[in-house]
C-alpha cells in the first residue's frame, strides 16, 4: 500500500524559504520519477517539480524556477523541495506523487502540507 506523506510548510513572509519533505511506506522511490504538485485556494492542482528515479534529473515549472529545487534521497526514500524566495502567489497546499514513465501522476495522494506566504 502507498501512503505518501508530506511535511514541512507553514507561514512565511515573502521572502523566506520553507523546506517540504515526503516520506513514503510501501514503494521506494529509487524506481520512481518523483514530482511535487500544488493546489492553490480555489484552484486546480498544478505541476510545480519532478525529478528522474537517479535523482540527477530535475525540470520545473516555469512560476518557481531558479527558487525551488527538487531533491532526493534513495537510501531513506525521501524526496524533498527547497523552496526560496517564496511569493504570495506560491501559497497552496503541496503534494508529492510518484510519476510514470511519462511523467505523469499516480493516483496517489497524501494529505498535502499548506504553505502560505503573506506580503
Known amino acids: 500500500q502507498v501512503q505518501l506523506a508530506e511535511s514541512g510548510g507553514g507561514s512565511v513572509q515573502a521572502g523566506g524559504s520553507l523546506r517540504l519533505s515526503c516520506v513514503n511506506s510501501?514503494?521506494?522511490?529509487?524506481?520512481?520519477?518523483m514530482g511535487w504538485f500544488r493546489r492553490p485556494p480555489g484552484k486546480e492542482r498544478e505541476f510545480v517539480a519532478r525529478?528522474?528515479?537517479?535523482?540527477?534529473?530535475?525540470f520545473y515549472a516555469d512560476s518557481v524556477k531558479g527558487r525551488f529545487t527538487i531533491s532526493k534521497e534513495n537510501a531513506v526514500d525521501r524526496v524533498y523541495l527547497q523552496m526560496n524566495s517564496l511569493k504570495p502567489e506560491d501559497t497552496a497546499v503541496y503534494y508529492c506523487?510518484?510519476?510514470?514513465?511519462?511523467?505523469?501522476?499516480?493516483?496517489?495522494w497524501g494529505q498535502g502540507t499548506q504553505v502560505t506566504v503573506s506580503s
Open positions: 510501501g514503494h521506494t522511490f529509487a524506481s520512481y520519477g
Open positions: 506523487a510518484f510519476l510514470s514513465s511519462t511523467y505523469q501522476p499516480y493516483d496517489y
Open positions: 525529478i528522474s528515479p537517479s535523482g540527477r534529473h530535475a
